[in-house]
């Protein structure tokens, strides 16, 4: 039972989480062959005030206009 766990910056539309899930999904399919009914996919949503690159938050980067 494959189980695939995904961190992103919150911000996504509810259709493009879903999205992804079923992305994903499908590439573990092809990939391992495992049952899609088998497949996990879990996503965990962050803020963006902690999440961190190069030591600035996302949400500086964003605010700036450099992400």
Do not use: D
Request: charged fraction near 20%; glycine fraction near 8%.
């Amino acid at each position: 039972m494959p189980l695939v766990q995904i961190t992103l910056a919150r911000g996504r539309s509810p259709e493009q989480l879903a999205a992804l899930g079923e992305e994903v999904t499908a590439a573990v399919t092809r990939a391992v062959g495992a049952p899609a009914e088998n497949v996990r996919v879990v996503v965990t949503e962050c803020e963006p005030e902690l999440w961190f690159v190069g030591g600035e938050s996302l949400s500086a980067l964003r605010a700036s206009g450099r992400r």
